[in-house]
Nanobody, 123 residues
Framework: QVRMVESGGGLVQAGGSLRLSCAASGRTFSNYAMGWFRQAPGKEREFVAAVSRSGSSAPYPDSVKGRFTISRDNAKNTVYLQMSSLRPEDTAVYYC????????????????WGQGTQVTVSS
């Protein structure tokens, strides 16, 4: 099992930046692709970003392309999500997840999930 704890969320004004972190423990972190998803109130959980075991990222959805960047540090068992030019519509709970696949954008292919961290962007 992989246990993950997200941090770095908070309240930020539109146009600002945040960096989310996800610290993993348990099984070998480098064996898993990692992803970030988000869920806004009343909406389904949606894909935000993913990175393979070697550090290659999946295509970002249009909603975050050019503003969000995922990265990982296998030595620190941590995956990051750098978010810039934040918008009110980015407000959501952000979840870190681990997948046994090589790289996936599909929620169903993620095996382990963190508890989430709240990001609120004020206008």
């Amino acid at each position: 099992q992989v246990r993950m704890v997200e941090s770095g969320g908070g309240l930020v004004q539109a146009g600002g930046s945040l960096r989310l972190s996800c610290a993993a423990s348990g099984r070998t972190f480098s064996n898993y692709a990692m992803g970030w998803f988000r869920q806004a109130p009343g909406k389904e959980r949606e894909f935000v970003a993913a990175v393979s075991r070697s550090g290659s990222s999946a295509p970002y959805p249009d909603s975050v392309k050019g503003r969000f960047t995922i990265s990982r540090d296998n030595a620190k068992n941590t995956v990051y999500l750098q978010m810039s030019s934040l918008r009110p519509e980015d407000t959501a709970v952000y979840y870190c997840a681990a997948s046994r696949t090589t790289l996936s954008i599909r929620r169903a292919e993620y095996d382990y999930w963190g508890q989430g961290t709240q990001v609120t962007v004020s206008s």
